[in-house]
């Protein structure tokens, strides 16, 4: 009886720690691009003109995908 006690508050501790732990990971799967989504919106926001690195022209990127990659090295992922 008590063996049985234990294995179901054991078993209530380890789905408690799954459900949170998968509950984290679906809010940060959820969390919204808020940063700027085109060369334009950037230009208004900053009130810089975006450039393009010299290796990124070395490797043949469009204005376009400059800014895309540079926007995934500061937010982490982009949702455009």
């Known amino acids: 009886m008590k ?3 234990l294995f179901k508050m054991i078993d209530e501790i380890v789905a408690e720690v799954f ?6 990971k679906n809010l ?3 969390e919204e691009y808020n940063g700027p ?5 950037y230009t208004e926001s900053t009130g810089k003109r975006f ?3 010299k290796d990124q022209k070395e490797r043949g990127l469009s204005r376009e995908e400059s ?3 540079n926007m995934i090295k500061l937010y982490g992922s982009i949702d455009f």
């Open 3 to 5: 063996n049985e006690s």
């Open 19 to 24: 459900s949170s732990s998968l509950k984290d």
């Open 28 to 30: 940060e799967e959820k």
């Open 37 to 41: 989504r085109t060369i334009q919106e």
């Open 51 to 53: 450039r393009v690195t």
């Open 67 to 69: 800014f895309k990659e």
